[in-house]
């Protein structure tokens, strides 16, 4: 019987494998970006930590101060602030929240739909195989932009709406990625061994085909978080994403676009943020790939 110790020692050095090694070519890149990623979280998750004014309270005397301006109270204003006197720190930090939360959200929920979809398709074959994949050619066969804001207009945009609208966009790359791993996988001779000693096919599709999916599941997760960034960033730029006075990247995008040759900071920032959680995102789960596919390990090791 293996001791709790090895148990805990076999699980660190699993993970050790997994973590790209500090002298492969693409470790910076991944450490970097999850840096920047935990920074981000940490901003999303306690803003009120960093950020010392009202996002949302207006101050017009302080309009389009330039960044590093200190008022005659003693604020501090790191990145200056915008056209109604709101500090454009506090606004990104608190911005961070409502971007990182729709995008998370609806990953994780596109997420579930579109694991599962595609593991029922591409192990089940048949009809269940070729209806699923009608819907997904049905779905991208049109402009997933102009269905949002259609659907937007029609169901809302409280929080959970934008959620929902966000999943339902980000469920199709899961499917077929995870439809097309399935079918391949489950022709395998451990599969098939599998089924030969009386697996259930839950058991089958659990144990043996989801595992074995992970990696481009990580893949996919990456780009697919920035892409729903974007798009929720493309929505509140729109005025059909989070709902003033609620701070968002998009919205604030927005607000300082007729401002740019006045306000160069209120456009500058909150681009970079959008950019930085993007490309944090995509070089994770590269990064990943590349050390969870067994036949890329060797190249970046």
């Given at each position: 019987?293996?001791?709790?110790?090895?148990?805990?020692?076999?699980?660190?050095?699993r993970?050790?494998?997994?973590?790209p090694?500090?002298?492969?070519?693409?470790a910076?890149?991944?450490?970097?970006?999850?840096?920047?990623?935990?920074v981000?979280i940490?901003?999303?998750l306690?803003?009120?930590?960093?950020a010392?004014?009202?996002?949302?309270?207006?101050?017009?005397?302080?309009?389009?101060?330039?960044p590093?301006?200190?008022?005659?109270?003693?604020?501090?204003?790191?990145l200056?602030?915008?056209?109604?006197?709101?500090?454009?720190?506090?606004?990104l930090?608190w911005?961070a929240?409502?971007?990182?939360?729709?995008?998370?959200?609806?990953?994780?929920?596109?997420?579930?739909?579109?694991?599962?979809?595609?593991?029922?398709?591409?192990?089940r074959?048949g009809?269940t195989?070729?209806?699923?994949?009608?819907i997904?050619?049905?779905f991208?066969?049109f402009?997933?932009?102009?269905?949002a804001?259609?659907?937007?207009?029609?169901?809302?945009?409280?929080?959970?709406?934008l959620?929902?609208?966000v999943?339902?966009?980000g469920?199709?790359?899961?499917?077929r990625?995870?439809?097309?791993?399935?079918?391949?996988?489950?022709?395998?001779?451990?599969?098939?061994?599998?089924?030969?000693?009386?697996?259930?096919?839950?058991?089958i599709?659990l144990?043996?085909?989801?595992?074995?999916?992970?990696?481009?599941?990580?893949?996919v997760?990456?780009y697919?978080l920035?892409?729903?960034?974007?798009?929720?960033?493309t929505?509140?730029?729109?005025?059909?994403?989070?709902?003033?006075?609620?701070?968002?990247?998009?919205?604030?995008?927005?607000?300082?676009?007729?401002?740019l040759?006045?306000?160069?900071?209120?456009?500058?920032?909150?681009?970079?943020?959008i950019?930085?959680?993007?490309?944090?995102?995509?070089?994770?789960?590269?990064?990943?790939?590349?050390?969870?596919?067994?036949?890329?390990?060797?190249?970046t090791q």
């Open positions: 019987m293996t001791s709790p110790r090895l148990a805990l020692a076999g699980r660190l050095g993970w050790k494998e997994a973590a090694d500090l002298r492969s070519p693409g910076a890149a991944f450490y970097a970006s999850a840096a920047i990623a935990l981000f940490f901003l999303a306690w803003p009120q930590s960093v010392f004014f009202d996002p949302t309270v207006n101050d017009l005397p302080l309009r389009h101060v330039p590093g301006h200190v008022d005659e109270d003693g604020g501090f204003h790191l200056g602030t915008d056209h109604l006197g709101r500090d454009v720190w506090s606004r930090v911005g929240r409502a971007s990182l939360m729709v995008g998370a959200s609806g990953l994780v929920l596109g997420g579930i739909v579109g694991i599962s979809l595609g593991l029922l398709a591409g192990y074959g009809w195989d070729r209806i699923a994949m009608r997904v050619d049905a991208l066969s402009p997933y932009i102009l269905i804001i259609v659907w937007a207009a029609l169901i809302g945009t409280d929080l959970k709406s959620i929902l609208i999943a339902v966009r469920w199709v790359e899961f499917c990625v995870v439809r097309g791993q399935a079918l391949s996988l489950r022709e395998r001779d451990y599969v098939s061994a599998a089924r030969a000693v009386g697996a259930t096919d839950w058991r599709v144990r043996h085909i989801l595992p074995n999916t992970i990696a481009p599941i990580l893949v997760a990456g697919e920035g892409r729903l960034v974007l798009l929720e960033a929505l509140s730029f729109l005025t059909i994403g989070i709902r003033p006075p609620t701070p968002a990247w998009g919205s604030m995008l927005s607000d300082a676009r007729n401002y040759n006045q306000a160069w900071w209120t456009v500058t920032f909150p681009g970079m943020a950019s930085l959680i993007v490309m944090s995102a995509n070089f994770m789960g590269d990064s990943l790939r590349d050390r969870l596919d067994p036949m890329l390990r060797g190249r």
